[in-house]
C-alpha cells in the first residue's frame, strides 16, 4: 500500500546535539514533500516543503531536508537542536496528480532536554 | 477570519451519541480538509473538498461518519452512533491552492473528541 514511514517515534536529545529524522515514501513518480511541526498546545504548522529545483531545501529555524528520489526519502535535519524545537514532527507527500489530499507519516516526537 | 477555526474544542459524548464538529476555513479557501489525529497513529485522512467539485470521501472510516461544506465555505463533520474508537482530535486545514503543486495547509486547533 502507498504509505509515508517515520522510522522514528520517539527521540531525545540534548541541546545542541544534531538532528536528522527519517522519512520514507512508496509513491512513484513525482511527489511534492513536506515536513509539519506541531510545538506543545498549538497547531500544526508548515516547516518546510520541496516542489522541485534543489534538492535540499531549507526551512524555518534552522532545518532543512534532503530529497533523495532514489531512496524515496526526505530526512529532516537541523545541525544544533535547541529545547525549543521540542515538539512532533510529521512528514507528509502529496502525490502529484492526486489533487491536493496530503498523506501525513505517524509522526516524530522529539524531546530536547537543556 | 485570521485562521482555521474549529469548534467545539473539546467534545465528551456518550458511545451511541451524534456529534458533529464544526470548520470555518480561513476566507477565500477553496479547499477544505478533514484529519484525524490519534495517539500514535499520525494524521490519517477523512475527506476533502475542494470548490464545487464532488468531495473525495476515501477516507471516511465507515457510514457513520459524513461531511458537509456549506456554500464553498464552513464545514460540518458528522459522526453517528458514536464509539469509542472515535476517540481523537479532528482537525481541519484549508488551502487556497490546489493543484498537481499543492501548497501549504493551514491547520486549526481541533476538536478533541472523547466518547465514554
Given at each position: ?14 541541546e545542541a546535539a544534531s538532528l536528522e529524522l527519517g522519512c520514507n515514501y512508496s509513491y512513484g513518480g ?85 | ?104 495547509l493551514f491547520f486549526g486547533e481541533g476538536s478533541r473528541l472523547?466518547?465514554?
Amino acid at each position: 500500500a502507498q504509505s509515508v514511514s517515520q522510522h522514528n517515534h520517539h527521540v531525545i536529545l540534548s541541546e545542541a546535539a544534531s538532528l536528522e529524522l527519517g522519512c520514507n515514501y512508496s509513491y512513484g513518480g513525482t511527489v511534492n514533500l513536506f515536513w509539519y511541526v506541531q510545538y506543545p498546545g498549538q497547531h500544526l504548522q508548515l516547516l518546510l516543503k520541496y516542489f522541485s529545483g534543489d534538492p535540499l531545501v531549507k526551512g524555518i529555524k534552522g532545518f532543512e531536508a534532503e530529497f533523495i528520489k532514489s531512496k524515496f526519502s526526505f530526512n529532516l535535519r537541523k545541525p544544533s537542536v535547541q529545547w525549543s524545537d521540542t515538539a512532533e514532527y510529521f512528514c507528509a507527500v502529496n502525490p502529484s496528480g492526486n489533487t491536493g489530499k496530503l498523506i501525513f507519516g505517524q509522526g516524530t516526537t522529539l524531546q530536547v532536554k537543556p | 477570519g485570521a485562521g482555521v477555526s474549529q469548534s467545539p474544542s473539546n467534545k465528551v459524548t456518550e458511545k451511541g451519541k451524534d456529534v458533529e464538529l464544526r470548520c470555518d476555513p480561513i476566507s477565500g479557501h477553496t479547499a477544505l480538509y478533514w484529519y484525524r489525529q490519534s495517539l500514535g497513529q499520525g494524521l490519517e485522512f477523512l475527506i476533502y473538498f475542494q470548490g464545487n467539485s464532488a468531495p473525495d470521501k476515501s477516507g471516511l472510516p465507515s457510514d457513520r461518519f459524513s461531511a458537509e461544506r456549506t456554500g464553498g465555505s464552513v464545514s460540518t463533520l458528522t459522526i453517528q452512533r458514536t464509539q469509542q474508537e472515535d476517540s481523537a482530535v479532528y482537525l481541519c486545514a484549508s488551502t487556497a491552492k490546489v493543484s498537481t503543486n499543492t501548497g501549504e495547509l493551514f491547520f486549526g486547533e481541533g476538536s478533541r473528541l472523547t466518547v465514554l
